[in-house]
């Protein structure tokens, strides 16, 4: 599977059971569903936080990824870890899809790559050619938003920052 088509990553908190009866302890990552539809949290059982990362412009992917959250019964606030943007082709679409939903979010690299607020010559030569060619498809609105994200957030008892 190419990097490109792989769903962002997302990790919902929650304090429930898991298998076996077993009381899951911080986060747990899941993509896909695996046995039953409800997954670990059960029916009608509500995340207080998803967290997703490294979404770069995969419209399809991110599509999937809310799509499966709302299956599992949604959450209270998405939480997001950056790099909204980057190497796939709907910058814009994935920053306005996320920004519909009760959500914070930190900078990535390739989010301010794009917005022009850090050095591209840090970058891969791919990388920065991918930050250059989302900056032009964003507009001015999407990429003052991307100017404005912090590095660092609080987030009710977490940091949330960006792994780069």
């Given amino acids: ?58 419209l399809a992917a991110l599509e999937a990824v809310l799509a499966d959250l709302k299956a599992r019964g949604g959450a209270d606030q998405l939480w997001c870890l950056g790099d909204i943007v980057g190497y796939g082709p709907d910058p814009g679409e994935c920053l306005d899809l996320l920004r519909r939903h009760d959500h914070v979010c930190v900078a990535g690299n390739h989010d301010w790559g794009a ?35 912090p590095l660092e957030l609080q987030a009710s008892d977490f940091t949330l920052v960006h792994g780069s």
């Avoid at 990097?3 to 899941?30: D, H, N």
């Avoid at 059960?42 to 990362?53: C, H, N, V």
């Avoid at 010559?121 to 991307?146: G, I, S």
Wanted: with cysteine.
């Fill in 115 to 149: 917005a022009g607020k850090v050095d591209l010559e840090t970058f891969n030569p791919d990388a920065a050619a991918a930050c250059l060619w989302n900056a032009q498809r964003l507009t001015e609105e999407q990429l003052c938003y991307l100017e404005g994200l």
């Fill in 1 to 58: 599977m190419s990097r490109f088509s792989r769903p962002p990553i997302y990790f919902p908190l929650f304090k429930e059971r898991g298998p076996g009866g077993k009381v899951a302890k911080g986060p747990q990552p899941w993509g896909w569903p695996q046995g039953s539809k409800a997954g670990i949290l059960g029916r009608g059982k509500r995340m207080r936080y998803a967290i997703l990362s490294d979404i770069h412009s995969n």
